[in-house]
Nanobody, 122 residues
């Protein structure tokens, strides 16, 4: 059974840093894109960024570019989202996702995690 388990969420202040983790298990993710999405109350789920499991090449939404960094540890089969200089607008439930393509619109994604809440106070 494939599982993506997020952790590391919580309450942080503007200017602090936070690192989310996504522990992946249940299959090999070679050839997959591992990504992060987020959703605020009353809003649609938004793409944050993704990383190629094989190459480590990453890609980000404009709203987080330069502040957030995605990395992966192949040995631990874990993907990370490093959040630097978070803002109150970054407050959301953050979801890990895995898919061979990983569309930015979040459709047709093979696997999702359960989400972890991040709250940024000013």
């Amino acid at each position: 059974q494939v599982q993506l388990v997020e952790s590391g969420g919580g309450l942080v202040q503007t200017g602090d840093s936070l690192r989310l983790s996504c522990a992946a298990s249940g299959r090999t993710f070679s050839g997959y894109q591992m990504g992060w999405f987020r959703q605020s109350p009353g809003k649609e789920r938004d793409f944050v960024g993704r990383i190629s499991w094989n190459t480590g090449i990453s890609y980000y939404a404009d709203s987080v570019k330069g502040r957030f960094t995605i990395s992966r540890d192949n040995a631990k089969t874990t993907v990370y989202l490093q959040m630097n200089s978070p803002k109150p607008d970054d407050t959301a439930v953050y979801f890990c996702a895995a898919d061979p393509v990983l569309r930015r619109d979040g459709k047709l994604i093979d696997y999702w995690g359960q989400g972890t809440q991040v709250t940024v106070s000013s």
